[in-house]
């Protein structure tokens, strides 16, 4: 299982989109690795569908997408189509699936369900998802289970915290969105917090802390 904040594990892979280096095909960018539990599943289609379209919103946050199914790489090219075909998400693909059928990356990641397996009785991956940095660090990791769908405007939503909070010195509060109100950080001192943030509001509470200070989103 990864950590957050750790380097990420490099590895090899084969793809719908060919043979891969992680950390090469990551590059200088953010990078999104969402796994399913196999091909031709409900869910799942609905998910892949729902990337492909949004692959406009992850190229404006300089992220790139991948997906891993635990079946080879020629059942995923043909899944493609129905995956194109039911979310009118064409003409082609927007990102590879990587292809893991003897859950080599599954298991070394952290991704395998104990309630979910196919029909040879073999453990089938989760729903997990994992953001990685231009650092190739793990910024950010959720595991749903197979019968859950993601929802990936919270992906992206993650992304723009994410990348707001690694270069301002700010948290985002309860239901941010870009353009919302953040919070300076507690390291930040009273006198340094005046001079970054001089539209800065702190709220008052009971016990008369001033630790709730609110600014505008910092540009």
């Given amino acids: 299982m990864v950590n957050l904040g750790d380097v990420f594990p490099d590895f090899e892979a084969e793809t719908t989109q060919g043979k891969i280096k992680f950390h090469d095909w990551v590059g200088d960018k953010w990078a999104v690795l969402c796994s ?7 869910v799942c289609t609905t998910e892949l569908g729902r990337l492909n379209n949004l692959i406009p ?5 300089n992220a790139k997408l991948i997906a891993l199914s635990c079946d080879p790489v020629e059942s995923h090219n043909a899944w493609w189509k129905d995956i194109i075909d039911y979310s009118d998400s064409g003409p082609e693909p927007r990102y590879p699936i990587i292809s893991d059928p003897k859950r080599e990356l599954a298991v070394k ?5 104990p309630d979910e397996k196919d029909k040879a009785g073999l453990p089938l991956t989760c729903r997990a998802v994992f953001i990685v940095g ?12 197979a019968t859950t769908g993601r929802n ?4 992206l939503r993650v992304i723009d915290s994410l990348q707001l909070t690694a270069t301002k010195k700010v948290a985002t509060p309860v239901n941010w969105e870009t353009g919302g109100e953040c919070m300076v950080l507690p390291s930040v001192s009273a006198e340094d917090a005046a001079q970054l943030f001089p539209e800065m509001r702190t709220e008052k509470v009971p016990s008369g802390k001033p630790y709730l200070r609110f600014t505008p989103q910092p540009k």
């Fill in 134 to 145: 231009p650092d190739k660090k793990l910024k950010l990791s959720i595991l749903y289970p």
């Fill in 57 to 61: 919103e992850f190229d404006k946050r």
């Fill in 36 to 42: 399913h539990p196999a091909d031709f599943t409900p």
């Fill in 152 to 155: 990936f405007d919270e992906v």
């Fill in 109 to 113: 990641l952290g991704m395998l369900d």
